[in-house]
Every structure is written in structure tokens, then in C-alpha cells.
Nanobody, 118 residues
Framework: QVQLVESGGGLVQAGGSLRLSCAAS????????MAWFRQAPGKEREFVARITWSGGTTSYADSVKGRFTVARDMNKNTVSLQMNSLKPEDTAVYYC???????????WGQGTQVTVSS
């Protein structure tokens, strides 16, 4: 019910920063939460961060806590992921997701590549 488009990926040196954005369209009025996942080559997709749409409650994976910040703009229907102090192990394709239920996602973006060089 929601279409998602990620942007902002790129190549950055270790210790640097990137800001990802996710633009949502379609039936966004029923969205409960939006989240970021990532998948590195040869590895399973993993949870990164989440924000509830109405309350703005955030959750983070331990691996990114203190370095990444997720936020939303309710007027623009966008979600961002500010990534600081990037490490080579952060290299992955980052996906935006949206869902209408708690910890459940049924809409996914196509992904954006983040590469962190050492």
C-alpha cells in the first residue's frame, strides 16, 4: 500500500557520515512504523533502526546505537537515517520499510548502496 524510494547512498571513508532518505507515497495514512534494514554481501538482511509514525518512538540495533539516528518528517512523508562514525562493516545495501502493524513490514524500497572504505 506504500511505495518507498531510498536515496543518499554512496562511498565514504571510515569515520565519515552519510544521510539516507526514504520518500513514501501511496496509502501512507495507515502506516504504523517505518524502518531501515541492511544487507551485506553474503549475509542475511538485518534490522538497523525503526521509528513509529505517530509517536516518533525509535529503536536501534546495538551495532549502530549511538552512531545512527532515525527521524521522520510527517509533512513530507519521509524518513531519514543519519549515519555517523561509519565503519567498513556498515557497508551494505540499505532498505527502507513500512508497515501497519508492530514489528511487521509489508512495503519495501529497492535499496541504496552504502560503501565504507577503510
Amino acid at each position: 500500500q506504500v511505495q518507498l524510494v531510498e536515496s543518499g547512498g554512496g562511498l565514504v571513508q571510515a569515520g565519515g557520515s552519510l544521510r539516507l532518505s526514504c520518500a513514501a507515497s501511496g496509502r501512507t495514512f495507515s502506516t504504523y512504523a517505518m524502518a531501515w534494514f541492511r544487507q551485506a554481501p553474503g549475509k542475511e538482511r538485518e534490522f538497523v533502526a525503526r521509528i513509529t509514525w505517530s509517536g516518533g518512538t525509535t529503536s536501534y540495533a546495538d551495532s549502530v546505537k549511538g552512531r545512527f539516528t532515525v527521524a521522520r518528517d510527517m509533512n513530507k512523508n519521509t524518513v531519514s537515517l543519519q549515519m555517523n562514525s561509519l565503519k567498513p562493516e556498515d557497508t551494505a545495501v540499505y532498505y527502507c520499510a513500512a508497515g501497519v502493524r508492530v514489528w511487521s513490514y509489508d512495503s519495501w524500497g529497492q535499496g541504496t548502496q552504502v560503501t565504507v572504505s577503510s
